[in-house]
Structure formats: C-alpha cells, structure tokens
C-alpha cells in the first residue's frame, strides 16, 4: 500500500473507533464491510498487534469498499472525513525553495578580482567539505536500519504530532463531541507517521537543494566568463607552490578522470600571484572545466542519488512504521462481529437487575468476545443465593459468560468462589471450557477516571486468576474509554 491507501485505512480505523455509537457508519455496515473483504480471514489466525501481509490486505480492501460505498451516505459522515487531515508538505513550496538556491548559488560564485580567476577565492572548498560531510551522514541515515523507535515515527515526528494536535483540538471549541473523537483518534494514529514522512521527504529536499545550489555556482562559472577573460592565479598564506599542486591535484582528480580533463599541473608556479601580481597568469577556462566538473561530481550527482535513494525508502519506512502500530485488538474486533453463527452464550449476571440499557451494553461484550452474531441469553444470581445456583446449575455449552459490576470489591469467599464453582460445573461435560468475566461499569461512566477503573479492572483479574480465560470491561458506548479484554 502507498501512503494515501494508508491514509484511508487509519481514517476509517479512526471512524469507527471515535464513533463507538454508530452515529456516522452504523454496525450492519461495519460488519457488511467486513463479511465482504475478509476473503476467510479468521479472528483465531490474527496474532500479536503487527500487520502481516494477510491482514494488511483485508484492511486495504475493506478501506476500499467503505470508500466506494460511502459515496451517496449522509452529510456528517463526508464532512467527518473531509476534516481527517495530516500535516503534509507541497511540491510548490520545494520548487520555490529550489530556484531560490538556484538564483543564490549563482549570486555568491565569483571569478575574482578584475579579469583574474582566484583558485582559492571561491567557496567551491568550504563547499566541497560541507557536502562531503553532510553525505556520509545522509548515507548513515539512509542505509542503516532504523530503531523501533525511528520507526513508528521518531521523537521529532511524535513531539510535533501531538504538540499541533493538543493546539488543534484546543481551537475547535464548537465541534461535536463524536467528531472531536473521531479526528483526536486519526491524529494519534496517522499524525505521527505524517511527521515521520515529512522528515523524510524534507531530506530529499534538501538533497535536490544542495545539488541547485552547486548547479547555480557552475552556471554562474561560465556565464561569467563568457562576457569577460579571465586568467588563473592563486595566492595562499597557508600554501606553497608545492602543498598548492597536491592540494589542486588531489581536489580535481575525480573531475578529471571523469571528464577527461588534464590537471594543468605545470602552470601551478607561474600562476602563484604574490606581492600583489602572478608571474604567468594561466588561462582560465580548463580550470572551470574543472571546477564545474567536481562540483557536478562530488555534489550534484551524489546529492541526487540520495534524493532518490531517501524518495524510495520514504514509502517503505512509512508502510513499516504503519505496521507495528497496535492493530491486533481492532482487526480481532472486526473479524469477530461477522463470527459466532446462531451460537447461544450464557450470560449469568451475579447480583444485578438486567435493564435493556445494561443488555445493550452486554451485548455488545458478548459479541466482542464470541462473535458478532453470537447471542445472549441472561440468567442473573441473587446476592446471597451463590452457593445454590452453583450446586443446581447445568452447563448448556462450553463458552459461558459471568457478568459482575465493576464497582463491587472482589472477594474471595464469594467472587472468587463462585467463580470457581462454575468452573468445575463446567469441567464436569466439558474439557475445554471458555469462561470469561465480564465487568459491568455502565453506572461508572463520567464518574470514575480512566486510572481508577483501569485499578479496579486489574484488582478483578487478580481475583480471578487461573480460573476465567479473559476479564473484559464494558461501559455505555459515550464514556471516554472502553478497556480491551486482557488475559
């Protein structure tokens, strides 16, 4: 996938995440979505959080099609869409930039004083050293692997990510709690690996930059000269004719050999200007040719090869940091909402009164952990009667559910125990049972904080160690965090 396919799969990841009420893409769609892409792809076969290749295909099909298909759908959905949005640089502001070194590597390349050309007058050796410098290290950066942490995005990229997201959320007061959800969503996953390209691209940038640069100096070269002659001389404090003729020699040895040039080597003492005038001044030309030559050598083509060695691994770095990011909890959410069949679950409920409100919620655990299309039927245990019902209950399936309120204190001699108790209830027709604990906090939402529920949540699992397979929360759809399942 390019960096636009996975723009559209983390938009419609963000989507559906932010919008767990189902306001702007409702469930039988998600799951329509789903049935039609998921080419067999089943919840059991999705392991650990990183993309492999299977998945990452169902997750661009499945973008692809609720794209087609939202072409028509209502207004908020387009508009929702429409604001899901990255950092991204433009190509016009990198051609501007690019003339603008152009025009002023041609402005700071001067020939010398009057009609001479000073060898060590240009700035061609500061150059030659600073690009010299800068492509090693653009070399390192592009050929060496990249850490985990370079690939999600980098320090850099995840400091501006969330610094402009907090400044972007901060002046959007108006905006709808389920749209602020959505775009807060998008930008903690797509906004960092948009940095993470900008960086990337920007080192093109540069590279093309510094080879105008070069181009603009070697135009100015000859179109200097062409109005005027010129004459080669050099004078140095720091040189004698000796050090002089190595030193050229060495600088325009790759120039020569490619270009087929000879090193006037010969001229270099009559060309040696002291006391204010050079014995015999050389003509000027063959070294313009040279110097033109190296800069074409050491920086223009090295800097373009950079370029297009950075242009090609920015897709790939891109895709590769987009791939570890946690995916397996909503791929496994996905798969699991077109799964289950006509698969009864009991759901025994420990000392609360079942509402539809509560069962809406249920419910949707219910089909979060054991299939979209599994269904619900609810028992509920008195407070007090624990160790009767699990004397006189009897087993329909192997995959059962027991349903606590979140904010109960677990005990042991009575949580724990009947728990335990079911269990071996279970184990008595079945050798393999499913038992998860769900936790119901639908009168916690709004008041309890994410740190206080998530507290409670492992103080229950804990609890139940060694004996329930999973502990999953549930909260009504609107409150601000929904906990995955943990083992």
Same mark, same amino acid.
């Not at 290749?53 to 609720?66: A, I, N, Q």
């Not at 179109?223 to 050090?243: I, Q």
């Given at each position: 996938?390019?960096?636009?396919?996975?723009?559209?799969?983390?938009?419609?990841?963000?989507?559906?995440?932010?919008? #767990?009420?189902?306001?702007?893409?409702?469930?039988?769609?998600?799951?329509?979505?789903?049935?039609?892409?998921?080419?067999?792809?089943?919840?059991?076969?999705?392991?650990?959080?990183?993309?492999?290749?299977?998945?990452?295909?169902?997750? !661009?099909?499945?973008?692809?099609?609720?794209?087609?298909?939202?072409?028509?759908? /209502?207004?908020?959905?387009?508009?929702?869409?429409?604001?899901?949005?990255?950092?991204?640089?433009?190509?016009?502001?990198?051609?501007?930039?690019?003339?603008?070194?152009?025009?002023?590597?041609?402005?700071?390349?001067?020939?010398?004083?009057?009609?001479?050309?000073?060898?060590?007058?240009?700035?061609?050796?500061?150059?030659?050293?600073?690009?010299?410098?800068?492509?090693?290290?653009?070399?390192?950066?592009?050929?060496?692997?990249?850490?985990?942490?370079?690939?999600?995005?980098?320090?850099?990229?995840?400091?501006?990510? !969330?610094?402009?997201?907090?400044?972007?959320?901060?002046?959007?007061?108006?905006?709808?709690?389920?749209?602020? =959800?959505?775009?807060?969503?998008?930008?903690?996953?797509?906004?960092?690996?948009?940095?993470?390209?900008?960086?990337?691209?920007?080192?093109?940038?540069?590279?093309?930059?510094?080879?105008?640069?070069?181009?603009?100096?070697?135009?100015?070269?000859?179109?200097?000269?062409?109005?005027?002659?010129?004459?080669?001389?050099?004078?140095?404090?720091?040189?004698?004719?000796?050090? #002089?003729?190595?030193?050229?020699?060495?600088?325009?040895?790759?120039?020569?050999?490619?270009?087929?040039?000879?090193?006037?080597?010969?001229?270099?003492?009559?060309?040696?200007?002291?006391?204010?005038?050079?014995?015999?001044?050389?003509?000027?030309?063959?070294?313009? !040719?040279?110097?033109?030559?190296?800069?074409?050598?050491?920086?223009?083509?090295?800097?373009?090869?950079?370029?297009?060695?950075?242009?090609?691994?920015?897709?790939?770095?891109?895709?590769?940091?987009?791939?570890?990011?946690?995916?397996?909890?909503?791929?496994?959410?996905?798969?699991?909402?077109?799964?289950?069949?006509?698969?009864?679950?009991?759901?025994?409920?420990?000392?609360?009164?079942?509402?539809?409100?509560?069962?809406?919620?249920?419910?949707?655990?219910?089909?979060?952990?054991?299939?979209?299309? =599994?269904?619900?039927?609810?028992?509920?245990?008195?407070?007090?009667?624990?160790?009767?019902?699990?004397?006189?209950?009897?087993?329909?399936?192997?995959?059962?559910?027991?349903?606590?309120?979140?904010?109960?204190?677990?005990?042991?001699?009575?949580?724990?125990?009947?728990?335990?108790?079911?269990?071996?209830?279970?184990?008595?027709?079945?050798?393999?049972?499913?038992?998860?604990?769900?936790?119901?906090?639908?009168?916690?939402?709004?008041?309890?904080?994410?740190?206080?529920?998530?507290? /409670?949540?492992?103080?229950?699992?804990?609890?139940?160690?060694?004996?329930?397979?999973?502990?999953?929360?549930?909260?009504?759809?609107?409150?601000?965090?929904?906990?995955?399942?943990?083992?």
């Amino acid at each position: 996938m390019d960096w636009n396919d996975w723009q559209r799969v983390l938009k419609w990841r963000a989507l559906e995440e932010g919008d #767990a009420d189902g306001m702007l893409v409702g469930a039988e769609r998600r799951r329509s979505a789903t049935a039609h892409t998921r080419a067999g792809l089943a919840s059991e076969e999705v392991k650990g959080d990183a993309l492999d290749e299977r998945s990452e295909s169902f997750l !661009h099909k499945r973008s692809e099609w609720l794209e087609r298909e939202a072409i028509g759908w /209502r207004g908020d959905l387009i508009r929702v869409l429409g604001q899901l949005r990255v950092p991204q640089g433009r190509w016009a502001w990198a051609v501007a930039g690019w003339i603008a070194v152009l025009i002023v590597g041609y402005g700071v390349t001067d020939l010398g004083q009057t009609s001479e050309f000073n060898l060590l007058a240009l700035p061609l050796v500061g150059l030659l050293a600073w690009n010299a410098i800068v492509i090693i290290l653009g070399l390192l950066c592009e050929v060496l692997p990249a850490s985990s942490k370079a690939r999600r995005g980098g320090w850099l990229a995840e400091f501006l990510a !969330h610094g402009v997201s907090r400044a972007g959320a901060d002046a959007k007061p108006e905006e709808k709690p389920a749209d602020a =959800a959505v775009r807060a969503r998008f930008e903690t996953l797509a906004w960092p690996l948009a940095w993470r390209r900008l960086q990337m691209r920007l080192r093109m940038w540069l590279h093309v930059a510094a080879a105008m640069l070069a181009i603009g100096g070697a135009t100015a070269l000859y179109a200097r000269g062409w109005s005027h002659e010129y004459r080669a001389v050099w004078e140095s404090t720091l040189l004698d004719e000796g050090h #002089a003729r190595s030193f050229f020699e060495t600088l325009f040895k790759p120039a020569s050999s490619v270009l087929g040039t000879p090193v006037p080597l010969e001229q270099i003492p009559g060309m040696h200007r002291t006391g204010g005038k050079a014995a015999q001044p050389a003509p000027a030309l063959p070294w313009i !040719h040279l110097y033109a030559g190296t800069l074409l050598v050491l920086v223009i083509v090295p800097r373009l090869l950079l370029a297009g060695l950075g242009l090609l691994r920015c897709g790939g770095a891109v895709a590769s940091s987009a791939r570890i990011l946690p995916w397996g909890n909503y791929l496994r959410g996905l798969l699991r909402a077109v799964e289950g069949g006509d698969e009864r679950i009991q759901v025994l409920v420990h000392a609360i009164e079942p509402t539809a409100e509560h069962r809406d919620v249920w419910d949707r655990g219910v089909r979060e952990r054991f299939g979209g299309m =599994a269904r619900a039927e609810y028992l509920r245990i008195p407070a007090g009667d624990e160790d009767e019902f699990a004397a006189a209950w009897q087993p329909d399936s192997a995959n059962l559910m027991m349903l606590f309120n979140l904010a109960t204190t677990p005990e042991a001699e009575v949580q724990r125990r009947l728990v335990s108790d079911v269990r071996q209830r279970l184990l008595t027709k079945h050798a393999e049972p499913e038992l998860v604990v769900l936790l119901d906090g639908t009168s916690l939402a709004g008041r309890w904080s994410p740190e206080k529920v998530a507290g /409670r949540e492992q103080l229950w699992t804990r609890m139940v160690e060694g004996l329930a397979s999973d502990v999953i929360v549930a909260v009504r759809k609107e409150s601000p965090r929904t906990l995955p399942a943990v083992s």
